[in-house]
């Protein structure tokens, strides 16, 4: 597990060149673009494989999908060349691991934190877990927070936070779940989709406070 001075950070859900190359002065470590068919973030492929172009190579790029068929995923693999995949549905360890890229298994902790993190065991192949304060069956990026205390003091694995956070509590969590990394959306729109200069250089600032 991580100590808080290593802690990584994602930006989630962009959209726009922009926001793209401000997260890579930012110095962020990945950036993820979504596909989830139910998200006002979605990138339509042709817009997707544009902005790919944008994202430098010292930054991550992560592609989120969500019960996505198998033939669309790997046409968002064909089109971006993600370095990881984020699967956010009812996908099993099979599924996810069947493209040939790490993946990351999203956690819904919304709905009954005990049986979520009972669900971890059915995941063997994934490379590290994101938990999100969204209900099971939601696509996330909505901004809901939960109880950070309720997350397990070890894991054998890397695990990313995320649920509405933001430059005003990223610190807080961080101390309370010391995750390998947080992953921010919402916290640092102006709207859906579209990021805020200014929040998302506070969010990397409240990380990079933490000693």
């Known amino acids: 597990m991580s100590t808080a001075a290593a802690t990584r950070i994602k930006f989630c859900g962009l959209t726009r060149r922009e926001d793209i190359e401000h997260a890579a002065r930012l110095g962020v470590d990945h950036v993820g673009f979504v596909f989830a068919a139910r998200s006002p973030r979605r990138l339509p492929l042709d817009a997707a494989r544009a902005l790919r172009a944008a994202v430098p190579a010292r930054v991550g790029l992560v592609a989120l999908v969500m019960d996505t068929p198998a033939d669309e995923v790997a046409a968002v693999v064909d089109a971006v060349a993600p370095d990881v995949l984020q699967f956010h549905g009812r996908e ?26 009972a669900s971890l065991d059915g995941f063997p192949g994934a490379a590290a877990f994101l938990f999100d304060g969204h209900a ?76």
Do not use: Q
């Open 92 to 117: 099993d360890d099979e599924f996810c691991a069947g493209f040939g890229l790490p993946y990351w298994k999203a956690v819904a902790m919304g709905g009954d934190p005990a049986r979520a993190l």
């Open 136 to 211: 099971a069956g939601e696509p996330g990026g909505g901004g809901v927070r939960f109880d950070w205390t309720r997350l397990p003091a070890t894991l054998d694995r890397p695990f990313w936070l995320a649920g509405g956070l933001d430059a005003g509590n990223v610190a807080t969590a961080i101390a309370a779940a010391h995750p390998a990394g947080v992953d921010v959306s919402s916290g640092i729109e102006s709207a859906p989709g579209i990021k805020d200069a200014a929040r998302m250089r506070a969010f990397v600032d409240a990380v990079r406070r933490i000693v």
